[in-house]
């Protein structure tokens, strides 16, 4: 009973961002009740969260919008079609738990920027603004805005701040109804009741259907596919990004644990249906999710309850529903918008390292003035390269003096290093962190700049947890380059894993095996015999 009550509010809350969110992304209102009890049904029955609530979400306006200004509203549908195989394919190669490894901040970025986004979008409506048709760019609206404020509706404005304000406060009066649907209500009223001259659903999109439409497979080929592969891979990201983390943020909130590529795979499935139903794309929403939980929910059974009460509605109120006006929705939107942006994460944000400001700020320009899937793929570049960086510079190169000076940190001798003594004429260096293409060229570089030529180099390997093709390839120029030199190379400590990727790369045909020592007692007794044989040999 409890889930199925928490289904019925989260229904409730779900009808008027259903239809905000879809009109904000350029398609008729009915679009976005389709998506919300399509594809909500679909990710609650089949999805990798128990308390996952799905539909249309803030985080798609940017994208759809700009599919539909471009290519219509059949290229939308395509792409959606087109989206759900990929991110069923993103689920299928397991795909999941590497999506969790974006960056915190270019996450809070691109979702800052894509609030004040959502918040631009709705000014027109918000203010009562007489503008036919406005620019897709965020400076292109906003240079629009500032010519026509001289209209502004003061009717439209007014409902728009009381709609405001009921959202964020009416929970002071009771939290058992959501503020935004006794805002959406009076408001109603009051423009049907004194005839306020305002723009409502009905004038601007005319009737809403109160039926599901028949399925439809959209028509593809090949054509088609290389027109919209890339609108088509921007909303499959958003879309699994969006869903791990409102099922992370789930999670935390029950105590659970989702499984992510069963999710992926149910947000893919949702979305070939929402596209075939007619819909938009759709992904976990944070907030009804949340809302969600807060009410009791915790089985799918809300989930799909709350879809079964949007059909309900939707079937038996839709000839009212276009009569709600456009600034209520604006509003509704614009505290949307305040929720997600989150801004109190993005400014603490600006005072931690520089790197992380960096990514922040690029990602979140490059949201607002250019393109969310531009600010992504530039945003995960920045953000592998400082990764590189960081794990570059954590790579250590220490020498015998430092390795074996009369007392460790805490003062007292190793016992595992008390008895070591190196042969004169050997230089011992021990390497601390990964040997990969971000940091082989340092090592390469600290070696080859040797204070003194030694008869033998020995490299003690024990703290190198992988090395990659180009660390391969580095330490194979440096075993060159000294045994042209005619300086002997030893290996102590080599770890499984980094000894077959060197014996992969060729490495032995220039260091025989039985000059890598398990260990670095082995490597100077090995030493000790080399010296031995070439004084001899002398």
């Not at 979702?111 to 918040?119: D, E, H, K, Q, V």
């Not at 430092?402 to 050997?426: R, W, Y």
Request: no cysteine; glycine share 10%.
């Amino acid at each position: 009973m409890r889930d199925i009550m928490s289904g019925v509010i989260v229904g409730i809350v779900a009808l008027p961002l259903a239809i905000a969110f879809a009109i904000a992304s350029g398609v008729s209102p009915d679009k976005g009740l389709i998506t919300a009890v399509i594809a909500g049904l679909i990710i609650s029955a089949l999805g990798g969260s128990r308390v996952q609530i799905g539909g249309p979400t803030g985080a798609f306006i940017v994208i759809v919008y700009a599919i539909v200004q471009e290519h219509g509203v059949g290229g939308l549908t395509i792409a959606t079609f087109m989206a759900g195989f990929l991110i069923i394919a993103f689920g299928l190669a397991r795909l999941g738990d590497l999506l969790k490894f974006i960056p915190y901040p270019l996450i809070v970025g691109f979702t800052s920027g894509i609030a004040l986004i959502i918040f631009s979008s709705q000014v027109k409506d918000f203010f009562g603004l007489g503008i036919d048709t406005l620019p897709a760019d965020f400076i292109g609206k906003w240079t629009v805005y500032f010519q026509h404020f001289t209209q502004v509706n003061w009717y439209a404005f007014g409902i728009a701040l009381a709609t405001v304000v009921f959202s964020l406060q009416f929970h002071r009066v009771t939290t058992k109804i959501p503020g935004s649907i006794v805002a959406i209500v009076l408001s109603t009223i009051i423009v049907i009741a004194f005839q306020i001259p305002v723009e409502t659903i009905e004038t601007k999109f005319g009737n809403i259907p109160n039926r599901i439409p028949l399925p439809s497979i959209p028509q593809v080929d090949f054509e088609t596919v290389k027109a919209l592969i890339q609108p088509a891979f921007a909303i499959a990201l958003l879309g699994a990004i969006e869903s791990l983390l409102s099922a992370v943020v789930a999670d935390g909130m029950i105590g659970g644990r989702h499984r992510s590529n069963m999710e992926l795979v149910a947000q893919g499935t949702a979305n070939i249906f929402s596209a075939v139903f007619g819909g938009i794309p759709a992904t976990g929403a944070i907030a009804r999710t949340a809302t969600n939980i807060k009410n009791g929910g915790r089985t799918p059974i809300a989930g799909i309850t709350h879809a079964l009460v949007l059909l309900l509605i939707m079937m038996l109120f839709a000839p009212l529903a276009k009569l709600i006006p456009l600034a209520t929705l604006a509003g509704i939107l614009v505290v949307v918008a305040w929720h997600m942006g989150e801004w109190h994460l993005f400014f603490s944000m600006l005072r931690s390292n520089r790197a992380d400001v960096l990514i922040l700020l690029t990602t979140f320009l490059l949201t607002v003035i250019f393109d969310l899937v531009i600010a992504i793929e530039i945003g995960v570049v920045l953000s592998s390269f400082f990764f590189m960086k960081r794990m570059s510079d954590s790579l250590i190169i220490r020498n015998s003096v430092d390795i074996l000076g009369p007392q460790n940190e805490n003062g007292e001798e190793s016992f595992e290093e008390e008895a070591l003594t190196v042969p004169k004429g050997v230089l011992l260096y021990e390497i601390h962190g990964p040997l990969f293409f971000g940091a082989s060229q340092k090592f390469q570089d600290t070696l080859l700049n040797l204070h003194q030529k030694p008869k033998i180099l020995i490299l003690r390997m024990r703290n190198v947890p992988f090395i990659d093709a180009t660390g391969a390839y580095h330490l194979k120029q440096l075993v060159r380059h000294l045994q042209a030199q005619q300086v002997g190379v030893l290996l102590s400590g080599v770890g499984e894993g980094v000894q077959g990727e060197l014996e992969k790369s060729g490495f032995h045909e220039l260091v025989d095996k039985s000059n890598i020592l398990a260990n670095i007692q082995e490597a100077i007794f090995k030493s000790r015999e080399i010296l031995s044989l070439k004084s001899q040999g002398a």
